[in-house]
């Protein structure tokens, strides 16, 4: 599969130092309907969900289809990830 970019409709407050910095690198660890978590460097896990979901800690929420499920979107346990705050 090639490159896939989302925007986020929200970041978590505890996230903001970390992704406004840098772009930053992770690998998907695990994949669900409505989450997916990246896993980045030290083991950090960050929570991409869906709109259908509240916010929470080190979650972004992105700009999908409320009922959208993340692994059609492609994702998958393994995969690079990227999340960079300019595009």
């Given amino acids: 599969m090639g490159i896939v970019m989302l925007l986020a409709k929200s970041v978590a407050s505890d996230l903001?130092?970390?992704?406004t910095s840098k772009?930053?690198?992770?690998?998907?660890?695990?994949?669900?309907?409505?989450?997916?978590?990246?896993?980045?460097?030290?083991n950090r896990l960050v929570t991409l969900i869906s709109p259908k979901l509240s916010n929470c800690p080190s979650a972004?929420?992105?700009d999908i289809a409320e009922n959208q499920k993340l692994y059609s979107i492609g994702f998958k346990a393994g995969m690079k990830s990227v999340i960079n705050k300019d595009e």
């Fill in 60 to 62: 972004i929420k992105l």
């Fill in 16 to 19: 903001i130092d970390t992704l």
């Fill in 23 to 42: 772009t930053v690198e992770g690998i998907v660890h695990s994949v669900f309907d409505h989450a997916c978590n990246i896993q980045l460097d030290g």
